[in-house]
């Protein structure tokens, strides 16, 4: 099995979630990281017993027994452990494991009615592949897949499946009527193969952002770009990059609309221009940023690039591996040295995110260190309520490492960052922080999950 190659431990942190209520961990053959999940987490976790075929059925009583005393040793709390039992589930699950099953020694495919049952948008898949299973190809319909260990002759490898899907295509009929009507008689909306440009005309600084048409149509009650509320309520302009899947940015058209909008002097007409986004959209921030020379990037969680020449080591994302990379816009991290400023933020601790912050060496870039909130910390930084304080500060030219300090203090209280500094404590050997921790947030409140950690202790 695959954890004769690999420690567990460094998988938890491959799974970018903010919270895990539910486990699901099929044929019981992940006792080890179903406990480590519930020793973060705190999560409930469960038997899902499916035949080769991929139907529900009774555990074998041994079986179970065997699987129940592993999780007991382990420290999972045994009022923490179910089991599913002959039925399929009726609820989702938030990850879901698949070790030494489908993919290894069952079809692949046979999974698929647990996946379309037990999914939800941010669920996560750890699953176990052998090296021509067909395992990619199936898992591309589901989401994005980051590949912790490389499947060999020799070797079993395993993935972590971000459950956000690929191929949903918005009807952009409704987009292009939204849009049309947002940017009015004084701006304007190109509708291109892949990708939509959306100007909407306020103040002499003008923000370009960039976002997945999917993620704004689907899962925003306001169905608007990246940012806007945001920006409206500043009185900036606004132009809007919405990329109808998940591309990168990747593609003449985007190119080619970047250019002729440069030659033709739009950015000439603003006193301050900003590109802004996040991962992808902070990838693209970051590259386009180019096409408006002085001026100022924001970019949260950014890749630098996907080449696979450049970046051998980034192994998310494998969907838009076959896209190209080159050009004058390809490596953000050389395209963003023509902007005036380049602010990076990134968790320090999610290491390809980091990979990639190192690859942005220009002289104008200033990095923003923002540690355990993980890959998608602009959505930590949302909740702790200074995400707009930090991209006002960053865009006005005002963000000082001391306000930023300062902003950033506000993490003591938020429930993610207590529970990986808690168990980051005691990965490096650091009970007695670990305690501290757990009795910083028991003053604070009752929490479930951070009492029994204190008891562990």
């Known amino acids: 099995m695959i954890a004769e190659h690999l420690d567990f431990r460094s998988v938890l942190p491959e799974l970018d979630v903010d919270e895990v209520r539910r486990v699901a961990d099929i044929n019981g053959q992940a006792a080890e990281l179903s406990a480590l999940l519930h020793r973060r987490y705190g999560c409930r976790v469960e038997y899902v017993s499916l035949d080769r075929k991929g139907r529900p059925v009774s555990p074998q ?34 990850v879901i494991l698949a070790l030494n099953s489908f993919g290894v020694r069952h079809k692949i495919q046979n999974i698929k009615p647990l996946l379309d049952q037990a999914l939800h948008p ?10 021509g299973s067909g395992s990619y190809p199936f898992l591309k319909a589901y989401g994005s897949c980051n590949t912790l260990l490389a499947p060999e002759a020799e070797r079993t490898g395993l993935a972590v499946l971000s459950a956000e899907p690929q191929e949903l295509q918005p009807p952009s009929g409704e987009w292009s009527a939204l849009a049309r009507r947002l940017a009015g008689g004084e701006g304007f909306f ?12 306020r103040g002499r600084t003008l923000v370009v952002t960039f976002d997945n048409l999917d993620i704004a149509m689907t899962k925003r009650d306001d169905r608007r770009p990246w940012g806007f509320s945001f920006i409206e309520a500043q009185g900036w302009s606004m132009l809007g990059v919405m990329a109808n899947g998940w591309t990168w940015f990747r593609h003449a058209e985007v190119t080619a609309k970047f250019e002729a909008l440069r030659d033709s002097g739009f950015f000439d007409r603003f006193e301050r221009v900003v590109f802004y986004g996040a991962s992808m959209g902070g990838y693209a921030a970051a590259a386009y940023a180019a096409a408006a020379p002085g001026s100022t990037v924001f970019a949260i969680s950014p890749q630098s690039t996907l080449d696979k020449r450049l970046v051998p080591w980034e192994m998310r994302y494998k969907k838009v591996w076959e896209r190209d990379f080159s050009g004058p816009f ?3 991290a050389l395209a963003s040295q023509a902007a005036g400023e380049v602010h990076v933020m990134y968790d320090p601790y999610v290491a390809p995110d980091a990979a990639h912050a190192a690859r942005f060496t220009g002289s104008n870039v200033t990095f923003w260190r923002c540690p355990l909130l993980g890959h998608r910390l602009g959505s930590s930084l949302q909740q702790m309520g200074i995400l707009q304080d930090i991209a006002t500060g960053a865009i006005n030219g005002t963000l000082t490492p001391q306000r930023f300090r300062q902003l950033l203090r506000r993490r003591h209280g938020f429930a993610r960052y207590q529970r990986e500094l808690a168990n980051l404590a ?6 007695q922080l670990a305690r501290k921790v757990c009795d910083y947030v028991l003053r604070q ?13």
């Open 190 to 201: 190109d509708e291109l193969e892949e990708h939509s440009f959306l100007f909407m005309p």
């Open 426 to 431: 005691l990965e490096r050997g650091h009970p």
């Open 330 to 332: 390809g490596d953000a």
């Open 61 to 94: 009583p041994e079986d179970l027994q065997a699987w129940r005393d592993r999780l007991v040793a382990a420290g999972v709390d045994e009022d923490a452990i179910h089991v599913q039992g002959s039925t399929v589930p009726s609820h989702p699950y938030d």
């Open 122 to 131: 941010l669920s996560r898949l750890v699953i176990e592949i052998r090296k």
């Open 445 to 457: 409140r009752d929490d479930r999950y951070f009492r029994r950690l204190r008891q562990r202790l």
